[in-house]
């Protein structure tokens, strides 16, 4: 094997690992993106949770001008977290 052979796969090599990284860094922001996505959504389902008992406590007729905001954006981030 040739001088010029060894460097050429040396190159190879070098242009595979950093390809790799490449790869491994979106997929881990993706991974991260997620992760937050799904925060987001447990956060809005725990205020929603919490309007919904507040309603139940009280006796009091849901409003859905109250819901519907929460929802939307519930569906919204679901929306997103598919995207990814």
Do not use: V, W
């Not at 919490?50 to 109250?66: C, G, N, S, V």
């Amino acid at each position: 094997m040739t001088f010029d052979e060894l460097k050429e796969k040396a190159l190879q090599a070098a242009g595979n690992a950093a390809d790799a990284a490449k790869q491994l860094a979106l997929i881990s922001k993706c991974r991260l993106q997620i992760a937050a996505e799904q925060e987001k959504i447990r956060s809005l389902y725990t205020k929603l949770g919490k309007l919904y008992y507040k309603d139940f406590i009280t006796d009091e007729e849901p409003d859905e001008a109250e819901y519907e905001p929460l929802c939307d954006n519930i569906s919204a981030h679901y929306r997103k977290l598919s995207q990814l």
